[in-house]
């Protein structure tokens, strides 16, 4: 049964990512993969909420590793930051990679520490 709480949830999560990255990245007008810059990050901070939660079962293999896995996307942050390099956007490449695992480790620990504190 927790496997079909992880594939439910996995595929609302990256129904959602595509969704709401491609929304967001359709209004930025950059070349900076804002879409998955900020649904990595916002996955981040939901993933220390819901660990810090102490949620187990089929709660968390729904919601941590069903949604956040399918909504966070290592796969595609790398394709995009090679996409920025190849179209000779090396420096921000450089700071897309960067900025988003500093703020994604530090959006992880605010999360967690918003669930413990509240």
Do not use: C, H
Request: hydrophobic share 50%; net charge neutral.
């Amino acid at each position: 049964m927790t496997l079909v709480w992880v594939a439910l949830g996995g595929a609302l999560g990256s129904a959602s990512r595509y969704g709401i990255g491609v929304w967001i990245s359709q209004r930025s007008g950059y070349k900076y993969p804002f879409g998955t810059f900020t649904v990595n990050v916002t996955g981040a901070f939901l993933l220390g909420v819901v660990l810090a939660s102490g949620l187990e079962g089929s709660a968390n293999a729904l919601l941590a590793d069903g949604f956040l896995g399918g909504f966070t996307t290592f796969s595609t942050f790398m394709y995009e930051g090679v996409a920025l390099i190849k179209d000779n956007e090396t420096k921000n490449a450089l700071l897309y990679v960067t900025l988003t695992m500093v703020l994604g480790i530090g959006a992880f620990a605010i999360g967690w520490l918003t669930r413990l504190y509240l």
